[in-house]
T-cell receptor, first 110, second 112 residues
Framework: DADVTQTPRNRITKTGKRIMLECSQT?????MYWYRQDPGLGLRLIYY???????NKGEISDGYSVSRQAQAKFSLSLESAIPNQTALYFC?????????FGPGTRLTVL | GQQLNQSPQSMFIQEGEDVSMNCTSS?????WLWYKQDPGEGPVLLIA?????ELTSNGRLTAQFGITRKDSFLNISASIPSDVGIYFC????????????FGTGTRLQVTL
């Protein structure tokens, strides 16, 4: 399995603050993804990237930005956090067939 | 964006019972996947289905790719306490570069 790590695991911040969530994977997969999970809504795709020069918006990209610094690293930024961005955020890496998820970052915006 | 409907939303069952859950979509998919999420963890892939009508097993788990390509089913036989968690279905279209559409999840709780 892809070894996908996320930092931080938990973060509490205030409205208006800039926040960066980081994701790393050790298996050399080209494709990486950021999802958000809210109770009763499953996982929704925020952004995805197929290589370091490729960034694509998912279904809920407003209020977020990403950076693919290297094949192994994909970070998610909230430029000015707002309370409805309180959620569980997952990073995933994949080969052509299967997405492997990180352990998640629980973000609370007060 | 589209989301897949899963049912039931949650279920309590006794250890040893069989479990069935399903996932439906208004549009077709070429691949159906089933994931399990344990508390405090990310989803882990359980079963992948690639062909309409396909029936695939993984231990006590059996999943089917619906013949209409708009639904999928997951069965767990002889449930045990470690089956507790949230089960998600996900659909994927060919040519969408492995983008997944996830279901809303079924929360399974097992009583001894």
């Amino acid at each position: 399995d892809a070894d996908v790590t996320q930092t931080p695991r938990n973060r509490i911040t205030k409205t208006g603050k800039r926040i960066m969530l980081e994701c790393s994977q050790t298996k050399g997969h080209d494709r990486m993804y950021w999802y958000r999970q809210d109770p009763g809504l499953g996982l929704r795709l925020i952004y995805y990237s197929f290589d370091v020069k490729d960034i694509n918006k998912g279904e809920i990209s407003d209020g977020y930005s990403v950076s693919r610094q290297a094949q192994a690293k994909f970070s998610l930024s909230l430029e000015s956090a707002i309370p409805n961005q309180t959620a569980l955020y997952f990073c995933a890496a994949s080969n052509a067939d299967t997405q492997y998820f990180g352990p998640g970052t629980r973000l609370t915006v007060l | 964006g589209q989301q897949l409907n899963q049912s039931p939303q949650s279920m309590f069952i006794q250890e040893g019972e069989d479990v069935s859950m399903n996932c439906t979509s208004s549009s077709i998919f070429n691949t159906w996947l089933w994931y399990k999420q344990d508390p405090g963890e990310g989803p882990v892939l359980l079963i992948a289905l690639y062909k309409a009508g396909e029936l695939t097993s993984n231990g006590r788990l059996t999943a089917q790719f619906g013949i209409t390509r708009k639904d999928s089913f997951l069965n767990i036989s002889a449930s045990i306490p470690s089956d507790v968690g949230i089960y998600f279905c996900a659909g994927q279209l060919s040519g969408t570069a492995s983008k997944l559409t996830f279901g809303t999840g079924t929360r399974l709780q097992v009583t001894l």
